[in-house]
């Protein structure tokens, strides 16, 4: 009886560094139409009058800017969620080779499928009017905030395990590690206050008065921050992961009876230790 074996191998890392080089295209994309073709004036925009500055956001909160990255975000959205199936299946692989902790084990399944279900919340920004209704405009976004920080997490509990925090090599492990939980802890701050600041505004208690140029200003530094710790740091790690984590590997075998036999019967997708 012959078989025939499909093997399919690549990393993780590969799948989030992807994700975040399409985000920047989206984001390229959504700035030159909107600077080309939409005609509001930004300096008036739903986020100005409530936020007092603009973030990238803007660029796709007005038509024909809005529909075109509607349409180029779920390339960015399904290599997330690829990211975070795939790594979940690492961690399985990791687990039977006992490179990872039952208890690591037992938190990825229970993060993964909600950060999972927080990634598909984040189209939402493109179905609610930020015009309209500000607030459920901002809720995809915040999605996106708990999701990403929740892969921060999970990251750093298994770079740990597998004794591979980035720049292990250069900085040694307990420089990498003070490093790893320095990153952890100002992207969980920058996230909070992020969070606190934006919420408090629409509970009509803003905790920065964001109508103050000083207060703006503020508010306009912690998203800069978020967004350099959740979207531009992260990309690079993700690069460095690439090279020193492990990738997985899928296998499907068919064994086939007969040469010109038209059914076979397919084995499922095995995850080998």
């Not at 687990?95 to 990634?119: F, G, H, K, Q």
């Not at 992207?187 to 606190?196: A, R, V």
Request: aromatic share 14%; proline share 4%.
């Amino acid at each position: 009886m012959a078989h025939t074996t499909l093997e399919i191998s690549f990393h993780p890392e590969t799948l989030r560094l992807c994700a975040y080089l399409a985000f920047y295209v989206m984001v390229a994309v959504s700035l030159a139409v909107t600077t080309t073709t939409v005609k509001v004036d930004l300096q008036s925009s739903a986020l100005m009058r409530t936020f007092g500055y603009n973030n990238v956001c803007v660029f796709w909160d007005y038509s024909p800017a809005r529909e075109i990255a509607a349409l180029v975000f779920p390339v960015t959205e399904y290599l997330f969620q690829a990211y975070v199936l795939t790594a979940w299946i690492r961690a399985y692989q990791s687990y039977a080779e006992a490179e990872v902790s039952l208890r690591y084990l037992r938190a990825v399944n229970v993060i993964s499928p909600i950060t999972m279900t927080l990634l598909a919340w984040v189209r939402i920004i493109f179905v609610i009017d930020g015009e309209q209704n500000l607030l459920g405009h901002t809720l995809g976004f915040t999605a996106l905030q708990i999701a990403l920080l929740l892969v921060a997490y999970l990251n750093y509990f298994y770079n740990e395990e597998v004794d591979l925090l980035p720049f292990q090599g250069t900085l040694g492990k307990l420089g990498a590690r003070l490093l790893s939980l320095a990153y952890l802890v100002s992207f969980t701050f920058i996230t909070y206050m992020k969070m606190l600041i934006v919420f408090s505004i629409f509970a009509g208690t803003p905790v920065v008065d964001t109508t103050t140029p000083s207060g703006a200003a503020g508010a306009q530094f912690v998203d800069i921050a978020w967004m350099f710790l959740g979207a531009i740091l992260p990309a690079v790690t993700a690069w460095q992961q690439r090279w020193k984590t492990r990738g997985i590997r899928i296998a499907s075998s068919s064994p086939h009876i007969g040469a010109d036999s038209k059914r076979a019967e397919v084995a499922p997708l095995s995850v080998p230790a």
